[in-house]
C-alpha cells in the first residue's frame, strides 16, 4: 500500500459543477498537509495547507480528518482554469521528508 | 517574492556522463529538498539538507550525492547517467524556523535529458 494515495483519476466534469478530491495516508505521525497543484511539465505549486480545523479559500475548501487519516480538497464553481494535476501531499514528523500521491487530473471543460 | 531558482532549465547528456543541478533557495530558507518526476509519474523524494547538513534520505540512487553549501545554495551531482535519468528534477525549499508549517516551495525544476 502506497503511504499516500489518491482518488484515481481524470475527473472531467464542466464548469460550475463542484468537485471534491479524497486523499488517505497511513502514517498516523504524520504532521503537515498539503494540496498542491501542477500544470503539464510545470512545477508543483502550493494551493493550501490542511488544518483539522479545516480551512476555506475562496473556492476551494480542505479538510483534514486525523482518525480517518484522509485529507479532503473540494472545488466549487470549477474553471476552465483550474484543469490541472492535484497532488495531496503529506510531511512527516520533523518536517524534512514530504510524500506526495500520485496526483489527481482534473479536466474542467466549457 | 523571489522564488527558487533552479539551472539549468534543460540539460542534454549522454550515458555514462555526469551532471551537476543547482539550486538557489528562496531568501531565509535554511532547507532543501530535491524530488525527481519522470513522465507521467509524482514527484519522488531525493534527499534533503537542513542548515547545510543533510536532514533526510529518499529514493537517491549511489550515483547521485548532494549538498549544501554555507550561503544555502544546494547542488546534485548525479554520475554515471543511464537512460532511465531523464526526468524532471525539482528542487524546492522551506523555512523549518518560520515557526510555521514546513511548506515547501519548487523551483522550475530541470528538464534533464540523456541520450
Known amino acids: 500500500r502506497k503511504e499516500v494515495e489518491q482518488d484515481p483519476g481524470p475527473f472531467n466534469v464542466p464548469e460550475g459543477a463542484t468537485v471534491a478530491f479524497n486523499c488517505t495516508y497511513s502514517n498516523s505521525a504524520s504532521q503537515s498537509f498539503f494540496w498542491y497543484r501542477q500544470d503539464c511539465r510545470k512545477e508543483p505549486k502550493l494551493l493550501m495547507s490542511?488544518?483539522?480545523s479545516g480551512n476555506e479559500d475562496g473556492r476551494f475548501t480542505a479538510q483534514l480528518n486525523r482518525a480517518s487519516q484522509y485529507i479532503s480538497l473540494l472545488i466549487r464553481d470549477s474553471k476552465l482554469s483550474d484543469s490541472a494535476t492535484y497532488l495531496c501531499?503529506?510531511?512527516?514528523?520533523?518536517?524534512?521528508?514530504?510524500?506526495f500521491g500520485a496526483g489527481t487530473r482534473l479536466f474542467v471543460k466549457a | 517574492a523571489a522564488g527558487v531558482i533552479q539551472s539549468p532549465r534543460h540539460l542534454i547528456k549522454e550515458k555514462r556522463e555526469t551532471a551537476t543541478l543547482k539550486c538557489y533557495p528562496i531568501p531565509r530558507h535554511d532547507t532543501v529538498y530535491w524530488y525527481q518526476q519522470g513522465p507521467g509519474q509524482d514527484p519522488q523524494f531525493l534527499i534533503s539538507?537542513?542548515?547545510?547538513?543533510?536532514?533526510d534520505k529518499g529514493s537517491i540512487p549511489d550515483r547521485f550525492s548532494a549538498q549544501q553549501f554555507s550561503d544555502y545554495h544546494s547542488e546534485l551531482n548525479m554520475s554515471s547517467l543511464e537512460l532511465g535519468d531523464s526526468a524532471l528534477y525539482f528542487c524546492?525549499?522551506?523555512?523549518?524556523?518560520?515557526?510555521?508549517?514546513?511548506?515547501?516551495?519548487f523551483g522550475p525544476g530541470t528538464r534533464l535529458t540523456v541520450l
Open positions: 501531499v503529506v510531511g512527516g514528523t520533523g518536517g524534512f521528508k514530504t510524500i
Open positions: 539538507f537542513y542548515e547545510k547538513m543533510q536532514s
Open positions: 524546492a525549499s522551506s523555512s523549518q524556523t518560520s515557526g510555521s508549517t514546513d511548506t515547501q516551495y
Open positions: 490542511v488544518y483539522s
